[in-house]
């Protein structure tokens, strides 16, 4: 017999509202339930109680161990920026690899470029030179 707020069945019967048998919902916080037992705040509303995980170091140099308590919430905070960090450093390695690649054809453009240059300076001296030649034929 299971907690009817979950849906999964009844336990023990009751008197219905109109006067017959009906099933009685299992309390929550009861064994087989599957909820915790609710627990007021301070301010009277009623609340689940924090879930707490416990870490527990063994280390194999000495016989004593470390013991930690943390909240679901920290865990999810620590495995959000966890998560967060690889991504960023996954992208800024990618950017990185990236200008430099582009650095390197940029660099690679520019020698090409220089290199242009100079031949079209020295055609262009050549092409004054055969001009100067052609002015003085005619």
Known sequence: MICAR????????????????????????????GLRAWEKS?????????????I????????????????????????ICFGLS???????SALWVRSIRKNTEVTAILAENSGLRSRAALTNARLETIEKMLAMLL
């Open 86 to 92: 690889v991504l960023l450093g996954v992208t800024f």
């Open 42 to 54: 301070a301010h009277g509303a009623k609340r689940m109680p924090k879930r707490e995980h416990t």
């Open 6 to 33: 979950k849906g999964r069945g009844f336990r023990g019967v009751a008197e219905g509202p109109w006067g017959g048998v009906a099933p009685r919902p299992q309390a929550h916080g009861s064994p087989r339930c």
């Open 56 to 79: 527990i170091f063994l280390p194999h140099a000495r016989a004593r161990f470390r013991q930690f308590r943390v909240s679901s919430r920290l865990l999810w905070s620590l495995g």
